[in-house]
């Protein structure tokens, strides 16, 4: 069973910065891409960023380019997003996703696990 679990939420001002990681466990992360989605209250989740089970690719949303980037450390089997210059419009409960595909996925409806979520709440 894999499990993963968020951590780095939290309460932060507008330009700030914060590094979100997710744990996995169960199996070993070279087998998942992986991505982060995220869901502001009365939203639907969407995209953040992904990263394919090889880790040369990475693809970010529009909204977040240039200012969040996704890595991982599988020999921690870990991964990571890195959020800087943050604006309110980026809080949010944020998700981890693994997926079972090559390249990994936008969609949520195409992820195979999810985490819990962490918050991440950014004041003007």
């Known amino acids: 069973q894999v499990h993963l679990v968020e951590s780095g939420g939290g309460l932060v001002q507008a330009g700030g910065s914060l590094r979100l990681s997710c744990a996995l466990s169960?199996?070993?992360?070279?087998?998942?891409?992986m991505g982060w989605f995220r869901q502001a209250p009365g939203k639907e989740r969407e995209f953040v960023a992904r990263?394919?089970?090889?880790?040369?690719?990475?693809w970010h949303a529009d909204s977040v380019k240039g200012r969040f980037t996704i890595s991982r450390e599988n020999a921690e089997n870990t991964v990571y997003l890195q959020m800087t210059d943050l604006k309110p419009d980026d809080t949010a409960v944020y998700y981890c996703?693994?997926?079972?595909?090559?390249?990994?996925?936008?969609?949520?409806?195409?992820?195979?696990?999810w985490g819990k979520g962490t918050l991440v709440t950014v004041s003007s």
């Open positions: 169960g199996r070993t992360l070279s087998f998942y891409a």
């Open positions: 996703a693994a997926d079972e595909s090559t390249f990994g996925s936008s969609q949520p409806d195409d992820i195979d696990y």
């Open positions: 990263l394919s089970r090889s880790g040369l690719a990475t």
